[in-house]
């Protein structure tokens, strides 16, 4: 391979460009040299400028983090629900509620949903959850408050006034991850009120008090009922208002059979289970949602299946 020639480089460089500019610049009147230099060092000045705004790093925006105030105001205004629970209890969910009114000294809650609230008292502890937020300290989800006072007639209560909030934090609210059913003809469930306290097998024999995906002749009005989702805690299922209220109410024992599709098995299994409506929520006129919480499995002890072993979860 030939070598580069270096030397002839610079000397072509020297004779085609260096020299006539040389020439060019030593014929000017000593007045337009100085003229053209300085335009030259002005247009290098803002180039300069120009490439250093133009490749500096912009500032991050600083997010005000937000307050416990800020939260209310934000919580008052969106219209946000929130589960209400006694302090160190926030498994069990009393009611829910949402907040109408915020002033430096209380606040006011509008109950929506009532079961248990009406046990309290003024001065009781509450813990307020809602859906995670971010604010200076972190994810927060819950904050603490106390009963000034509450308005309950004949067992229902309309409305609390709070003190202001404190205690934000963050508390585990599900032991076990949802999961949304989309596809309902691969899940069947018949529902039925009553406690596992037999081994006894007859009560599948009864007509549903609600069914879903699973239809008897004896009883109708579940034809639009669905699956919400399902979880190892528990099911949540729509239905008609009037359906569910006829029939149910929250706090009640049920017994509940549920057939899933085993995609490996080509087959659908059951499953058994006891539990306790927790739940009961009238989402658009149209669907009850209805929340069940798994208290026990239930194993059939033979093939005949005329008795089921009843384990706690």
């Not at 247009?43 to 997010?63: D, G, N, S, T, Y």
């Not at 302090?87 to 009114?101: C, S």
């Not at 109410?249 to 899933?260: A, C, E, K, R, T």
């Amino acid at each position: 391979m030939e070598k580069i020639n270096f030397q002839y480089i610079i000397d072509l460089i020297q004779a085609e460009v260096i020299a006539p500019v040389k020439k060019i610049l030593t014929s000017l009147p000593q007045e337009s040299l100085y003229l053209i230099l300085s335009a030259a060092g002005l247009l290098a000045l803002l180039a300069a400028v120009f490439a250093f705004l133009l490749l500096r790093p912009k500032p991050k925006k600083e997010h005000k983090p937000q307050g416990p105030q800020d939260f209310v105001k934000f919580f008052q205004n969106s219209g946000t629900i929130m589960d209400i629970a006694a302090a160190g209890e926030h498994e069990n969910v009393l009611g829910r509620g949402v907040l109408t009114a915020v002033k430096p000294d209380h606040m006011r809650v509008e109950i929506i949903e009532e079961s248990g609230i009406s046990r309290l008292t003024p001065t009781a502890e509450l813990i307020l959850m809602f859906p995670p937020e971010q604010s200076a300290a972190g994810k927060v989800n819950s904050f603490r408050s106390t009963i000034n006072t509450i308005e309950c007639e004949t067992g229902n209560c309309g409305r609390m006034v709070l003190t202001p909030p404190v205690k934000f934090s963050l508390v585990k609210r599900r032991r076990h991850k949802r999961k949304r059913v989309i596809d309902q003809q691969f899940i069947r469930v018949k529902l039925w009120l009553g406690k596992p306290d037999s081994d006894d097998t007859t009560f599948a024999d009864r007509i549903p008090d609600l069914a879903v995906n699973s239809y008897d002749p004896r009883s109708t009005g579940h034809e639009d009922n669905q699956v919400i989702n399902i979880s190892n805690g528990g099911i949540g299922v729509g239905a008609s208002p009037v359906l569910v209220e006829s029939k149910l109410n929250i706090d009640d024992d049920v017994l509940i059979s549920i057939f899933m599709f085993n995609f490996r098995q080509k087959v659908f299994k059951p499953y058994w289970y006891a539990g306790k409506i927790r739940s009961m929520e009238n989402m658009d006129g149209q669907t009850c949602r209805v929340g069940i919480e798994f208290t026990s499995t239930g194993k059939m002890r033979d093939e005949n299946e005329q008795n089921i072993d009843w384990a706690k979860i």
